[in-house]
T-cell receptor
Framework: DTEVTQTPKHLVMGMTNKKSLKCEQHMGHRAMYWYKQKAKKPPELMFVYSYEKLSINESVPSRFSPECPNSSLLNLHLHALQPEDSALYLC????????????????FGSGTRLTVV | AQKITQTQPGMFVQEKEAVTLDCTYDTSDQSYGLFWYKQPSSGEMIFLIYQGSYDEQNATEGRYSLNFQKARKSANLVISASQLGDSAMYFCAMRETNNAGNMLTFGGGTRLMVKP
């Protein structure tokens, strides 16, 4: 299995809703990432989990709450979002979070298109 | 902080011709990795090719090759024999590594449109 699976593919939520995005990989990768991508922009890093511990938080507002229950699963809990949070949310994984630059690539999921109304 | 620059917001290429997408980067690290990804309108990020800073030969993967000029800090993607299915956004990215781990930083992207 060489895939990163994200669910749901599309999500529409109100500003008072609570929802969660899910990301799963079974490649034995020990680093997992959340990226946010606005239309016509590059992906921007939000969070990095290394060995199931949060290692990087790029000053993301607290209305986004990541969780890594185990080495295969990464969640992003959403609460009280704003319309400007509407974007494509991409999950990625890589083999070894602390390895130096080598051939260890990143595998991305297909993303969740989030619309906040 | 590292920075990736893609100077071509959009490009057209005729089907079956070759095209070069530009990427320059800025880093003070000696050891780094450069990636190219393709993103169709569906949103998925598809890995195309990787070049390590210590790799002496330019990377190649099928129709994709990376023209790596380390002294100029450029890592241009060359797509040979363009196909209609190559129409997509293309992102150059660099791996940053620090004590907290590693992450990808992306350039602004180039939208490639292949004409029949």
């Amino acid at each position: 299995d060489t895939e990163v699976t994200q669910t749901p593919k599309h999500l529409v939520m109100g500003m008072t809703n609570k929802k969660s995005l899910k990301c799963e990989q079974h490649m034995g990768h020990r680093a997992m990432y959340w990226y946010k991508q606005k239309a016509k922009k590059p992906p921007e890093l939000m969070f990095v989990y290394s060995y199931e511990k949060l290692s990087i938080n790029e000053s993301v507002p607290s209305r986004f709450s990541p969780e890594c229950p185990n080495s295969s699963l990464l969640n992003l809990h959403l609460h009280a979002l704003q319309p400007e949070d509407s974007a494509l949310y991409l999950c990625a994984s890589s083999q070894d979070p602390l390895s130096g630059p080598s051939g260890y690539g990143y595998t991305f999921g297909s993303g969740t298109r989030l619309t906040v109304v | 902080a590292q920075k990736i620059t893609q100077t071509q917001p959009g490009m057209f290429v005729q089907e079956k011709e070759a095209v070069t997408l530009d990427c320059t980067y800025d880093t003070s690290d000696q050891s780094y990795g450069l990636f190219w990804y393709k993103q169709p309108s569906s949103g998925e990020m598809i890995f195309l090719i990787y070049q390590g800073s210590y790799d002496e030969q330019n990377a190649t993967e099928g129709r994709y090759s990376l023209n790596f000029q380390k002294a100029r800090k450029s890592a241009n993607l060359v797509i040979s024999a363009s196909q209609l299915g190559d129409s997509a956004m293309y992102f150059c990215a660099m791996r940053e590594t620090n004590n907290a781990g590693n992450m990808l930083t992306f350039g602004g992207g180039t939208r490639l449109m292949v004409k029949p």
